[in-house]
Every structure is written in C-alpha cells, then in structure tokens.
C-alpha cells in the first residue's frame, strides 16, 4: 500500500477535481432525444415498401393489422440537423419518433435548439453511472471439429428430452412442425461463438441467421461477445441428436444484441426497442427475449414494482407495440422470486406477450421463478417452461446445464414457432390464448406459474376442434389392473380392432409415451416411473376417451 505524502495531497486532490470536471466536459454520452411530429416525411403509408420488408408488409395483411403512422420512419431532415449540431445519431426510433445520439454534454442544448426536436425522453444520459468497467480478455477458444448431422426419423433428445416433453414439443416435431418457415428474432446480450459451435451448424449451413444487430456503439457483429445470447439460442435452435435438440431448430433466426453486459443502464432498455423495431422490419412473427430491467448502475432510473404495470419502462411499451403489429413476444418473468424484489421485471409486465417463469424436471416451480402479478393486477407470468437444470449448448461448442428464466423463454418460442407453423389461418391472439389455456392449470391460473405448462397436442385441439352435430361415443376400452408397480403389464381391451393412437400422460399433462394400437388386446408396461396418477388416452379420428391408472413403486 502506498500513501500520499502529506505536503502533497492539497495539489493532488485539486489536480484530480480539474481532471474530473474536464473529462465530464470532454467524454460523449448517449442521450435519447424525441422529435416534434413526421410532418413533410419522404416517407407514406401507402408506401410501405420503403421502410419494411415484403414479409413484414404480408404479416400485417394476413392479420388484418392497418398500418400508422408510428410505423412511418423518422424524418430523415430532423436526423440531419441533429448531425449538424454535432451529435452523432447512433440510431432512429420510429415507434416514440425519437433517435439514440451521441454527443458532449457542453454541446447538448445546440442539438436541443434544433428544429423539429422535441426535448429528451430521460433528462439526463442515460449510459453515465458511478462506475467504470473494464473489458475482460477475451477468452480463447478450442478449436471445434465440424459435425456431420443428418435428421433422422426418430429424434434422439439426449439429455433435452424433459424440456422437450413437457411442452409435447416432441409430438410437435413427430408431427412434422419443427419451424420451418416461422422468423424468430432474439434479443439478448451477445451470440459469443455462435457461428462456430458444432450444435448451431446446422442453422449456418443452411443459412437460417438471416440477419444480425448491434446496438453497442462501436460493436461489429454479434458473436464476438456476450456468451448468454449464445446459450439461449441452442435451446431453439441446437441440432445434435444423443445431446441436445432445439423445440424450433428448422426455424429461422435474427439475431439482435441489445444487452450492454459489462454494466445495468437504461440505455438497454432503448436497445430493445430498437430491437423489437428491427425485428417488425424483417417479418418476424415471434421475438424472444431473456432480458429483464428493474435495477441500474444509476440509482435514479431504477424501476418501482408500481411501474410493473405494462406502460411505464420503454422495453415493455416496445414489447407492447410489437404485439399489436403482429408479433408473439415471449419474455422471460425474471430471476428475483427468491430476492427482496421478488416480482417480474419489464418488459415481462407488458399486456398482451407471454411472461414465462421456470420450473424444474418434476414440472416444480423454481425458487428463484419472478412472481407476478403485474402491479395493475393483470396474471403474470403467463405460462412456464424448464428453466431449472435446463440442457443448453455452450459457446465453448460443450453441453451443460443452466438455471435461470432465460431457457424457459426460448422454448416457449419454439413452442410457439410449431404451433403457428401447424395454424397458419389462426391470428397470433387466438394462437397465444389456446398457449395459456392449454397450461396444467389454466382452470385455477396464479402469480406463480401463470396458466401453467403449455403443451402441443391440448393447444392442438383447442385450435382446431372437433365439428360434429352427432353425439359421440366413447369407444369401450378395459383398461386393468388400476394399480401396477414396476415390470407389470397393463392389460387393454377392447371389441373392434382398429387403428388407434394410444397416449400414456401424467398428472401434469406431459406425454410420456404414445403407440397406434391396430388389435383388440394389448399388453403394456410402463417405463419407470414415479408414484402417482397417470392417465392412458385413446383417440381416433372421431372420438377420444381418457383412462387412469396408478403407478406404484
């Protein structure tokens, strides 16, 4: 330890206060500024196909969704005074007619003065905080052998078969949904590696990362830094079959770093509206994000739980907006159930997304799960996924596990990518509201898990009932003994031999194991299983009976 000496330290302190307040003069920070209307904008609403893409433009035609004029862009004359005044105009946000600029605090008022601009959003830069932070070496990487994948007719999950199965993703992909076709775009901190991990080859090789974003001024691409992104992504879209199967892996994927990982600024939160605005652009139909905002550096611009009320934070105003063009949002509730906050972070309070908390193996909340409700009242989370011992791929190119909201988020996503890939006449309202209601508890919804854990095949039949006039039967099935244990076989019987599928299914919901029975006898013997009620399910093409039995060890 060393120490100033004594006859010294008056001109040491007056020599660090003039270099303080000449770097507070001299640094640039990133200011949010608002603009006064879209008057005489180059831009028009009959036009749309200057400012978004063809997909997007067909996304709102097939959802009947008008276009507004907070879909125009920013007027690029105001985006030009701005530069004058000597800002830097890092991006234009078209949803709150503002842009991201960078500039010296000294010279702020001139860009103020300017025509066309309204004032500031936040009063105040909105990346300054208390502390500095410096970036850490970067890691070196193990070089990774090329893996040769083909897709096989029988999917092996490896150790991702419980997250798969809970949601009946499983059935989903036996179906032939795996995606394809469906856009979904990430938010999150970064995609360390991603481009070189052997379970993402599959989505490279055939050219699926459609597109990329950076927010971070002066960050190139996205898989530089910021490995999170990285271990979400492999939950929707990991192809290694004995390791690790995503729920959507033949969808394709944008990919957005919106997350400033070294600090907590509010700056992010203007991120992630940039974003959701990216994402509208490209045609996304689903954006998933693992990001969530109540506490920064600074301490002025933390977040109240009052503010949990879906208008407040920009990130859940954004979410909001994406939701009204078109775009299913699933948002991870937040890791705080088991701290002081204990509730949902934004943007996971905004109305109209999917707010997913986490559970375990044994379809358990996780202690750390984000309660609801939102702080107007509204049901939160909405649903759940396994977020807990979560098989995730990592950006070394291994396989682990993880804890966190963040990987219950993205199997939602591909949940949700299946489902609008097996619907594509249903809207994406009636596709999120048979997601809720096919929850383990949607009859008794709480501020726990929400509607509970969703599952393909009930969000199946809810989407598409069956239409008859005619009463229908349930066909005369035996099932016997009630009780087995362990090596002994479940006798079925019944008259008539046709073709049936036969489901065996837990207390919550999940599909455990499934066969098409053609005789009129057959003999079944569980798999291992844990004590309880489970259930057997029958269904042919017109009628459907269910059946318990007990599993005893």
């Not at 105040?124 to 890691?139: A, E, N, T, V």
């Not at 920009?314 to 906050?341: D, P, V």
């Not at 939102?374 to 396994?386: E, F, L, T, W």
């Not at 598409?464 to 035996?478: C, D, G, Q, V, Y």
Request: aromatic share 10%.
């Amino acid at each position: 330890m060393s120490f100033v000496k004594p006859r010294y330290f008056l001109f040491f302190i007056s020599l660090l206060l003039i270099c303080i307040r000449t770097s507070a003069q001299n640094d640039s920070y990133r200011y949010l500024i608002l603009f006064k209307d879209k008057a005489n904008s180059p831009y028009s609403l009959s036009q749309p196909d200057k400012f978004l893409s063809t997909r997007s433009i067909e996304r709102r035609k097939k959802h009947k969704i008008a276009l507004q004029e907070q879909d125009l862009p920013v007027n690029p004359e105001y985006l030009i005074n701005v530069q004058k005044s000597g800002a830097k105009v890092l991006f234009s946000l078209k949803w709150i007619n503002g842009a991201l600029i960078q500039q010296k605090p000294k010279d702020l008022a001139k860009t103020l003065s300017q025509a066309g601009v309204k004032g500031l959003y936040y009063a105040y830069p909105i990346d300054s905080s208390s502390s500095f932070q410096i970036l850490k070496k970067k890691p070196k990487l193990p070089e990774l052998a090329q893996a040769s994948i083909t897709l096989a007719d029988s999917l092996d999950y490896g150790n991702s078969s419980v997250q798969i199965s809970q949601l009946g993703v499983n059935n989903m992909h036996i179906k032939g949904f795996h995606g394809e076709g469906i856009l979904i775009s990430l938010l999150d901190e970064g995609y360390l590696n991603a481009n070189n991990t052997p379970y993402l080859q599959k989505a490279f090789s055939e050219k699926r990362i459609i597109a990329t974003l950076t927010t971070t001024p002066g960050l190139t691409d996205v898989y530089s830094q910021g490995s999170h992104g990285t271990h979400v992504l492999s939950t929707i879209a990991g192809f290694t079959p004995g390791k690790l199967i995503g729920a959507a892996y033949q969808a394709q994927l944008a990919l957005a770093q919106t997350e400033e990982g070294s600090t907590e600024k509010i700056v992010e939160e203007v991120n992630w509206l940039r974003g959701a605005e990216w994402a509208d652009s490209l045609g996304t139909d689903v954006i998933s994000s693992s990001l969530g905002y109540t506490v920064y550096d600074l301490k002025s611009s933390n977040h109240t739980y009052a503010e949990m009320n879906g208008k407040t934070a920009l990130s859940s105003k954004a979410a909001a907006w994406a939701a009204q063009r078109g775009i299913i949002c699933t948002i991870s509730a937040g890791n705080e159930g088991a701290a002081a906050w204990k509730y949902i972070a934004s943007p996971a309070d905004a109305d109209s997304i999917l707010a997913v908390a986490a559970i375990d193996k044994s379809m358990l909340r996780a202690s750390f799960s984000s309660w609801g409700p939102s702080s107007d009242g509204r049901i939160k989370p909405d649903v759940a996924a396994m977020g807990q011992s979560t098989v995730i791929g990592t950006y070394l190119g291994t396989y682990s596990t993880s804890n966190g909201t963040s990987f219950a988020a993205p199997l939602i996503a591909g949940l949700v990518a299946g489902t609008l890939q097996a619907n594509p006449t249903k809207s994406p309202w009636q596709v999120m509201n048979a997601i809720r209601q096919s929850g383990h508890q949607s009859s008794n919804p709480d501020n726990s898990l929400g509607y509970g854990v969703p599952n393909f095949n009930r969000i199946d039949k809810l989407l598409n009932p069956i239409l008859s006039t005619a009463a229908l039967e349930n066909p005369k099935i035996r099932v016997f003994p009630n009780v087995v244990s362990l090596g002994e076989a479940i006798h079925l019987n019944r008259e008539l031999a046709t073709e049936i599928k036969v489901e065996l299914i837990s207390s919550w919901g999940a599909i455990i194991h499934e066969f098409i029975w053609t005789n009129t006898q057959q003999d079944f013997y569980p798999p291992p299983l844990v004590s309880g009620k489970y259930y057997f399910r029958f269904t042919d093409k017109i009628t459907q009976q269910v059946i318990p039995f007990y599993f005893s060890n």
